[in-house]
């Protein structure tokens, strides 16, 4: 897989998956190139069936010639932009790392876990779910008991 495959391509194509290689989200992209996240996802799919990978990161490791090593993270967005579909845009910018966090992120983050990590935060909120019902429960049966 070569050169003549990433000149297939389509420039928008090439676009998005530079944006991927250098870690934004769809939505990020979407939002930069002016197009809705799910645009950028066809994109994306369509250019990584083409140069035969199954990874969007691959995809957009191939298209960037460069040889530097990738950055883990995406560089913030300015804090305003022009979208054609939306106007003026405030964008947010990456949680700082912190530390342990009870719960797992909402939405717009870009899902690379491990499938161990994945796990452990489903049952997390199994867990915290449960512990919500018994309490709801309890306070319930409580309260029958109290008012009977």
Do not use: W, Y
């Not at 050169?3 to 998005?16: A, G, K, P, V, Y």
């Not at 499938?115 to 935060?121: M, P, S, W």
């Not at 449960?130 to 009977?148: C, I, K, P």
């Amino acid at each position: 897989m070569g050169h003549e495959m990433i000149s297939r391509l389509t420039d928008r194509q090439r676009d998005c998956l530079r944006l991927v290689a250098r870690g934004f989200t769809s939505k990020q992209i979407g939002r930069q190139l002016g197009i809705s996240h799910s645009t950028v996802d066809n994109h994306v799919l369509a250019a990584t069936q083409l140069l035969g990978v199954t990874d969007r990161r691959e995809a957009g490791r191939l298209v960037t010639t460069d040889g530097q090593e990738l950055p883990r993270q995406a560089r913030g967005l300015p804090k305003t932009e022009k979208s054609a579909i939306l106007g003026s845009l405030e964008v947010l910018h990456p949680p700082a790392p912190t530390s342990l966090k009870l719960l797992p992120p909402l939405g717009g983050e870009a899902n690379d876990q491990s499938l161990g990590r994945k796990t452990v935060q489903i049952l997390t909120i199994a867990f915290l779910s449960t512990v919500a019902v018994l309490s709801m429960a309890l306070l319930v049966s409580g309260a029958f008991r109290t008012f009977s």
